[in-house]
């Protein structure tokens, strides 16, 4: 039996657990307990997707990993609802668009993401989330689940959790250990209080990170109590397998197509459910509404709504932008459209529709 020891330090250090990895020139989904050190989202995303799809249903998994900088959607989720795509352009942190449905989460390398996958037969949500709440406690923090099986701690919620249920289940969250919260806050704040979707909406909730309350909880500590907790409830017996971006695993045919799907406008903004998205700005001459549905990240429909008085030549030139800007992808309109609306009271409307789908 391998000895359950905590890892210690960090940066260059070695890791004292190193000796009890095993990682072979090939990855197989044969194994019941993961470690990646990539911190590549795009991979590691992948390669959860990769294990679940993979793995034997009747046998139980554990994958824990880090990203660089992400957020992180749900499969039916609406990005222009979700995040701040302002804030992610200019910070250069991306959003990518999961296979599981779920809320949205910000990933950096101050939180800790887990997924235990399980028969479905034997899957308790519940059970699953005291798994990582045992985990939370043996470190000195006195944690709870609330009724969403969330990990908090008193009201802040340190975790969020969620799962995708086939023939195994799949229970995956982020674990908040020292995570930039001012980035997240931003990232994750869009205010577009009129912008309804058909998609899921995540449920906000105030968060914390485990340091404010045990300062020498670390990610290497959490692992350890991880890995301790799954092989207790689960009665795994067996080695951690350690997964590196050397090991010629983002070359499996699965992972190295997903890896790109990710990354595509198609995946990222096309799998968008319908939404609309109702907004008004005051001109000089006058107060406009505007009604923008879209699906699949494809404009529907822009309906206008004048003020009084609108001069029929200013009507027929919105209504002919309307009518342009229907097909087009929302937030990336063709410049040929931009070119029809560069002038005038027509421009200016044009400015502000862009800015809103860019936001």
Known sequence: MISHRVWRGCGTQRNPLSRYFTSGSTVTPKHSIY????????????FEDWLFRHKSPEQPLLLLYRDSPCVVIGRNQNPWKEVNLRASRRTGIPFLRRHSGGGTVYHDLGNTNFSIHLPRASFDRHATAQVVLRA???MGVDANVNDRNDICVGKEKICSAYKIVKDRAYHHGTMLISTQLNTLGELLRSNKDTMETR??????????????????????KFVQAVVDAFRQEYRVDEEIHTVRDTDGTQEIEYIHNGMNVLKTWDWAFGQTPEFTYK???????GALDA???????????CTFTYPEGT???????????????EGERYGFVDEGVAELASEGRVGEVWRWLRTEMDS
């Open 35 to 46: 470690i990646s050190e990539s911190t590549d989202p795009y991979f590691n995303l992948t």
């Open 136 to 138: 939370v406690r043996s």
């Open 199 to 220: 998609g899921v909406a995540s449920v906000r909730s105030p968060v914390c990170n485990l340091q404010q309350y045990h300062v020498d909880v670390s990610h290497e």
């Open 279 to 285: 907004i008004q700005k005051s001109f000089d001459w």
């Open 291 to 301: 009604i923008l549905r879209s699906k699949h990240g494809i404009i529907l429909s």
């Open 311 to 325: 001069d029929s030549a200013l009507r027929a030139r919105l209504e002919e932008l309307a009518h342009r800007l």
